[in-house]
């Protein structure tokens, strides 16, 4: 029973880590999302056409920074729990793999 006692401060501790991250990516996502690239039609000196001229695209930063920021989250949690590749056989792996592509692919 002593290993229970102390496992679980690590548990809250592991869990924690996991809300963190996952707020962190929330708040990256809402920066992506509050920082969008604006565009202004500017006509072109050469020639009678206009082109569009965005400003910083900081947004596909931070978009893709929280991509990989719940990609480390999840694949944190799959090597904590010793699911697919990172522990023994599963006896239904191709279903594991399938919950894994799909948990990433389905919006």
Known sequence: MGGFAT??????????F?????????????GAERRRSTGKVVPDEYDDR?????????????????????????AIVTAATRCLCFGPALSSRCCAVAAFVLSWCVP
Do not use: E, H, K, M
């Not at 496992?7 to 924690?16: D, E, L």
């Open 7 to 16: 496992s679980r401060p690590a548990s809250i501790g592991f869990c924690a």
């Open 18 to 30: 996991i809300c963190f991250l996952n707020l962190f990516a929330f708040l990256l996502a809402v």
């Open 50 to 74: 206009s082109y569009c001229l965005y400003d910083s695209d900081a947004s596909t930063v931070y978009g893709v920074s929280a991509f990989f920021v719940l990609l480390l989250q999840q």
